[in-house]
């Protein structure tokens, strides 16, 4: 009797034809009649207690298909969202006859399907996946949120420097029809200037270009006793910083007491740092923006 699991190889999944090959034509037939094996998708099988995990099945959709895992699959797989959301997607050359189904959707493509690995799995490049991400997210139809999950992984990617901004922008150059192109373009733009997360994209839209004050500079690095630091935007001939204070990185007392430390190194430099509240900024970012010009134009003449 042949133990199915190693039957099915590293990937805990097979085609019917592979198994068929290695044990029977019947073994296999009896196996998914028993209930022994159970189908994924047409020709691809696995044990029944891994049919709902998530990595098998992209194993087996990407088999199946014959083409990589693409738009919100791989970045599942590049790890650039922590969303496995169990309908994959997969892309394939336009003459690929595979359909989509309830658990699959095939992409279909005149290029040559660019594939790459990641955590194993066949997939198409990170900046690809971010740009069909984006364009699926901004078609006519789509799920309501999905263009905040496209945005999110963007600024992740880059932050974690998986890729970068110029080579998404060099994916977007090849797709001027794509669905939200502009505001992709627009975001890529803030991104580059130094933008690393949604609350630092507001920043900048909303409070940190302030009316009669020089543009500010984004992560700008300064060294402190305890080692380099990044200021969200600092107005250098003044030295003047401002953070931007976001729940989830400042909520706790162990946050606000570095956070504290940080502000009495960058005083002892001669900085002075102001520090605006998610709440705040949000609500009242023309505020924020008149404490800003205030603090810095008494700040002229200070600093030589």
Not at 190 to 213: K, M, N, Y
Not at 228 to 236: N, R, V
């Given at each position: 009797m042949h133990e199915l699991l190693p039957l099915l190889g590293p990937n805990r999944t097979a085609a019917t034809a592979d198994l068929a090959a290695r044990a029977s034509p019947r073994s296999v037939g009896r196996w998914i009649a028993s209930g022994g094996l159970v189908r994924l998708h047409p020709g691809w099988v696995t044990v029944p207690e891994l049919a709902d995990d998530w990595m098998v099945r992209a194993h087996a959709a990407a088999g199946y298909a014959g083409g990589p895992l693409s738009h919100m699959s791989a970045l599942a797989a590049h790890r650039a969202v922590d969303v496995e959301v169990t309908r994959l997607d997969v892309t394939v050359p336009g003459d690929r006859r595979v359909r989509s189904s309830r658990w699959l959707r095939v992409h279909r493509t005149r290029a040559a399907v660019a594939t790459v690995r990641a955590r194993g799995l066949p997939a198409t490049p990170l900046p690809l996946a971010l740009v069909d991400t984006w364009g699926d997210a901004h078609r006519t139809g789509a799920l309501r949120g999905y263009d905040g999950v496209a945005r999110g992984a963007l600024l992740r990617a880059v932050r974690e420097r998986r890729t970068t901004t110029a080579a998404v922008s060099a994916e977007l150059g090849h797709r001027p029809e794509l669905p939200g192109r502009a505001a992709l373009a627009g975001?890529?733009?803030?991104?580059?200037?130094?933008?690393?997360?949604?609350?630092?994209?507001?920043?900048?839209?909303?409070?940190?270009?302030?009316?009669?004050?020089?543009?500010?500079?984004?992560?700008?690095?300064?060294?402190?006793?305890?080692?380099?630091?990044?200021?969200?935007?600092?107005?250098?001939?003044?030295k003047l910083a401002v953070e931007l204070d976001g729940a989830a990185f400042h909520g706790s007392q162990e946050a606000r007491e570095r956070d504290l430390r940080r502000d009495a190194a960058l005083a002892a430099l001669g900085w002075v740092v102001l520090r605006f509240s998610y709440r705040r900024l949000t609500r009242q970012p023309e505020a924020c923006q008149a404490q800003i010009a205030a603090v810095y134009r008494r700040r002229v003449g200070v600093v030589r």
């Open positions: 975001l890529l733009e803030l991104v580059a200037g130094g933008c690393q997360s949604e609350l630092e994209v507001f920043g900048v839209l909303h409070v940190l270009t302030v009316p009669g004050l020089p543009r500010c500079t984004q992560q700008h690095r300064v060294v402190l006793p305890d080692g380099p630091i990044l200021l969200d935007a600092a107005w250098l001939e003044v």
